[in-house]
């Protein structure tokens, strides 16, 4: 399984999703499975997992259209490539 989260908040902000960020990060690498974090802010120098983070520029984000009682009661998919993140998402 390939994961992909997306957060505005990276440490050394803190704050209970960096906490939980934080505590993922940890899990996803010690079970080693391939993680990428989506984010607008750059991660921190002596962040552990800060090569796992991709950084996306405010002015390239978008924001996904969805309607608002349909979508969340059937989910959506959103498709990205974790291989290769420069590419756009799509839903």
């Known amino acids: 399984m390939r994961i992909a989260y997306c957060s505005e908040s990276l440490p050394p902000l803190v704050d ?3 906490r ?17 974090f989506l984010s607008a802010v750059q991660p921190h ?8 983070v991709h950084v996306v520029p405010r002015s390239r984000c978008r924001s996904i259209p969805t309607t ?4 969340r009661r059937q989910g959506r998919s959103i498709r990205c490539s974790i291989a290769s993140p420069r590419t756009s998402c799509t839903s």
């Open 68 to 71: 608002a009682s349909a979508s």
């Open 16 to 18: 209970g999703v960096t």
């Open 45 to 52: 120098p002596d962040l552990v997992w800060r090569d796992r």
């Open 20 to 36: 939980t960020l934080s505590e993922l990060a940890t899990t996803l690498r010690e079970t080693a499975h391939p993680f990428l």
